[in-house]
């Protein structure tokens, strides 16, 4: 993040909301939406809903962790997950898209 941006730049975070209070997890968000905003590519391994359903794709692993998982269950928008019957996730973050 030191350099001058290209907007070609792969970006990838673990996890990055772990440990954040609520504001600093906003300008996170923030911070994400410009390096998109300015072509690149940031990819987001995250379980924080209000983080996950900001996401422009999502691809959602399953159907449980570890030696149960491993599968691609559903990829797509927010809405598209928040619709998959056999995920997890889609049963969390369905609820918080309809507010």
């Known amino acids: 993040l030191s350099?001058?941006?290209t907007g070609q730049t792969l970006y990838i975070l673990d996890e990055p909301t772990t440990g954040?209070?609520?504001?600093?997890?906003q300008q996170l968000l923030e911070v994400r939406h410009k390096l998109?905003?300015?072509?690149?590519?940031?990819?987001?391994?995250?379980h924080n809903l209000d983080v996950?359903?900001?996401?422009?794709?999502?691809?959602?692993?399953?159907?449980?962790?570890?030696s149960g998982g491993g599968e691609i269950l559903v990829a797509g928008t927010p809405?598209?997950?928040a619709e998959c019957e056999k995920?997890?996730?889609?049963?969390?973050?369905k609820?918080?898209?309809q507010k």
């Open 36 to 46: 998109r905003d300015q072509g690149n590519t940031i990819v987001v391994i995250e």
């Open 79 to 81: 809405e598209t997950v």
């Open 95 to 97: 609820p918080l898209l």
């Open 20 to 25: 954040l209070h609520f504001a600093d997890i």
């Open 3 to 5: 350099k001058r941006g």
């Open 52 to 66: 996950v359903k900001t996401a422009d794709w999502i691809v959602d692993l399953g159907p449980e962790g570890g």
């Open 87 to 93: 995920s997890h996730t889609a049963r969390f973050l």
